[in-house]
């Protein structure tokens, strides 16, 4: 699977959380501006760019994004270590975005984290698995996440939803020490805003036969990058250090967009840090 973000797509976005112009970073890169913006678009340039002076200038890590400009993709993974744990993916206008299904392999409960454009996807494998989808938990509310929730609350209209958006009544909202039991598993919250204001990463842990933890991440965090926040970028960094990269090195972490990696893959490998 490709990177969510290829080069260009990490330099207008650190652009626009440092408030860099065009000019400014064009410069620096030894770029015309048509030749940034073709970059910025494609993440193709024909010549060489200065990373070294770029980066700085847009508080990226100049190593590491060149790496990601020369193909850098986290290491693959078998889910299997995982058992009961799909990444589901579904596609809209060129949109790919992934939700995530859990369950307990003893009792059958499950939970979803987002929906995706489609509910569908999700409801075949509950029947598929023979499962008891007890919770959904939203990690934001940006269409291409909750599209399928009616579909999802058609179907089990007592699912219990957890969620950040400040709209949603007090009982579906996320309390900081909540902790919810799905069989052995365990699920608790932590807040991320920046990309969105109602970000919450989840974690799940409890695995059998001792699997690292899973964070469901949203677009907090992408392998190699990280969801766009260009009027709230550093609190968006200062949550993703404190919520999610202070997690253990082999937490799984699962975005709503692109490939999975782990905590030390992206301590290790993501510009932005």
């Known amino acids: 699977m490709n990177l969510e973000d290829h080069a260009g797509d990490i330099i207008r976005k650190a652009r626009a959380m440092a408030g860099v112009s065009a000019g400014a970073a064009a410069t620096a890169a030894g770029l015309s501006e048509a030749g940034l913006a073709a970059f910025e678009d494609s993440g193709e340039v024909a010549g060489s760019i200065q990373f070294a002076a770029l980066a700085p200038l847009l508080q990226l890590n100049p190593g ?39 369950w307990d392999e003893v009792t059958r409960e499950a939970a979803v984290f987002d929906t995706g454009w489609d509910a569908g996807p999700v409801l075949k494998l509950v029947e598929e698995n023979q499962l008891q989808l007890k919770h959904l938990f939203i990690t934001h509310t940006h269409h291409d996440h909750v599209a399928g929730m009616a579909g999802i609350r058609d179907h089990f209209p007592n699912i219990h939803l957890h969620t950040d958006a400040r709209s949603a009544p007090p009982q579906h909202r996320n309390r900081r020490n909540d902790c919810i039991h799905l069989g052995s598993l365990r699920i608790t ?8 204001e109602d970000g919450v990463t989840y974690l799940v842990g409890n695995w059998p036969e ?47 967009h692109g490939p999975v990696s782990t905590v030390a893959e992206e301590k290790q490998h993501n510009p932005f840090f």
């Open 189 to 196: 919250n932590r807040d991320t805003p920046g990309h969105a």
């Open 64 to 102: 590491r994004l060149e790496a990601v400009a020369k193909g850098w993709l986290p290491e693959g993974k078998d889910l299997g270590a995982w058992r009961e744990l799909r990444q589901i993916s579904t596609t809209e206008g060129g949109n790919t975005v992934h939700c995530y299904l859990v």
């Open 210 to 256: 001792d699997a690292p933890h899973v964070a469901i991440v949203g677009d907090a965090i992408f392998a190699g990058s990280m969801g766009g926040a260009p009027q709230h970028g550093e609190l968006a960094k200062q949550k993703i250090r404190e919520q999610i990269l202070s997690l253990p090195a082999d937490t799984l972490l699962c975005p709503g």
